[in-house]
């Protein structure tokens, strides 16, 4: 299994970027993915969820309204559109794959490397 | 502000045993599985324990994680050198809709 995140990089305030994470080794349309981040020096902060058919779609309220996910399973490809982004918003954007067996017991059993993203004049 | 709440730090010296306590509610910890994730330094998070209490193939049973009520504790018997890493707990958030992760606890082993 291997997540592979892209598309990272240096971007001015107001301004956008996507994000793109391609997969291998899984059978990609089978499962729910996210996208979480991490600021220098902070901990974990999960940003946004898309279930295997793009049905039910979750964001972070720090990002809701700003950024869209979404997947296309025929390229077995994670998204990321951000928008409007914020010196806030510079963080590594880990991909990672969600399994379990029900709405409550779930886990992420496999991430991305990450891809930085900085948002700075 | 976590919605998870997780000591920052705990240190404890070679062969002992530490334990990483993890305090949420009912709509998170006190209603879904709490799962702990390892992150070594400059490497991404990796899954430790899942379902309160399960470990993936592969991970050591040194690791262990128990959940009472809205609380949950990762305990490592054993440590080692290599365990220093920042510890991450979280769960699904009923009222939120969202994942919540606890803020991290960085372990050294003295």
């Known amino acids: 299994v291997q997540l592979v995140e892209s598309g990272g990089g240096l971007v001015k305030p107001g301004g956008s970027l996507r994000l793109s994470c391609a997969a291998s080794?899984?059978?990609?349309?089978?499962?729910?993915m996210n996208w979480v981040r991490q600021a220098p020096g902070k901990g974990l902060e999960w940003v946004s969820s898309?279930?295997?058919?793009?049905?039910?779609?979750y964001y972070a309220d720090s990002v809701k309204g700003r950024f869209t996910i979404s997947r296309d399973n025929a390229k077995n490809s994670l998204y990321l559109q951000m928008n409007s982004l914020r010196a806030e918003d510079t963080a590594v954007y880990y991909c990672?794959?969600?399994?379990?067996?029900?709405?409550?017991?779930?886990?992420?059993?496999?991430w991305g490397q990450g891809t930085l993203v900085t948002v700075s004049s | 502000q976590s919605v998870l709440t997780q000591p920052p730090s705990v240190s404890e010296a070679p062969r002992q045993r530490v334990t990483i306590s993890c305090s949420g509610s009912?709509?998170?910890?006190?209603?879904?599985?709490v799962n702990w994730y390892q992150q070594l330094p400059g490497k991404a998070p990796k899954l430790l324990v899942y379902?309160?209490?399960l470990l993936p193939s592969g991970v050591s049973d040194r690791f262990s994680g128990s959940k009472s009520g809205t609380s949950a504790s990762l305990a490592i018997s054993g440590l080692q050198s290599e365990d220093e890493a920042d510890y991450y707990c979280?769960?699904?958030?009923?009222?939120?809709?969202?994942?919540?992760f606890g803020g991290g606890t960085k372990l050294t082993v003295l």
């Open positions: 898309i279930t295997t058919g793009s049905a039910f779609i």
């Open positions: 379902y309160d209490d």
């Open positions: 990672a794959r969600e399994d379990g067996t029900n709405s409550g017991n779930r886990y992420f059993d496999y």
């Open positions: 080794g899984v059978p990609f349309s089978k499962y729910t």
């Open positions: 009912s709509s998170n910890i006190g209603n879904n599985a």
């Open positions: 979280a769960a699904w958030d009923d009222s939120l809709n969202a994942w919540v």
